[in-house]
């Protein structure tokens, strides 16, 4: 491969997949200087408490969760996510944009039924 297509590759996984974890990370860059952001991939088998905080980003943070088993419009688990003091729940494939500045948090996916697929995207270098 040449040296400036390296530049451009997506992470590989980070450690080998086993049907007994929870979670499985598919990609993660913290700090991809190319790209200027973060992005975060990772596969739910199981339920799982993504995030149990509250916080707010000073850039846009887009949240997407997609059913792998290709269900028509049904997520196949329960999405819970507190944005702006409000609490989201859905059980749908669904496509988040949380604005610049505003809490959210307390992420989790309950009632597993098939795999979920979730992908975050932001602008900053700062998430963790």
Same mark, same amino acid.
């Given at each position: #491969?040449r040296? @400036? #297509? ?10 080998? $997949?086993d049907?007994?974890?929870?979670? $499985? ?7 991809? *200087?190319? #790209? &200027?952001?973060? %992005?975060?991939?990772? %596969? %739910?088998?199981?339920? %799982? ?6 916080y707010?980003? *000073? ?11 290709? @269900?028509?419009?049904?997520? &196949?688990?329960?999405?819970? #996510?507190?944005? &702006? ?12 944009? $949380? ?5 959210? &948090?307390?992420?989790t ?10 992908? $975050?995207?932001?602008e ?5």
């Amino acid at each position: #491969m040449r040296a @400036d #297509m390296q530049k451009y590759l997506i992470h590989p996984i980070e450690r080998p $997949v086993d049907d007994s974890e929870a979670k $499985v990370d598919l990609i993660r860059s913290k700090d991809n *200087p190319i #790209m &200027g952001c973060f %992005y975060e991939s990772c %596969y %739910y088998r199981h339920d %799982y408490v993504i995030c149990d905080t509250m916080y707010a980003l *000073p850039y846009v943070e887009f949240f997407c969760f997609s059913n792998t088993a290709h @269900d028509n419009h049904n997520l &196949g688990a329960t999405l819970s #996510m507190d944005i &702006g003091g409000q609490k989201f729940v859905t059980d749908k494939n669904c496509m988040i944009q $949380v604005p610049a500045f505003v809490p959210h &948090g307390n992420i989790t996916i309950t009632d597993v039924k098939s795999p979920v697929f979730s992908f $975050v995207t932001g602008e900053g270098r700062e998430h963790t």
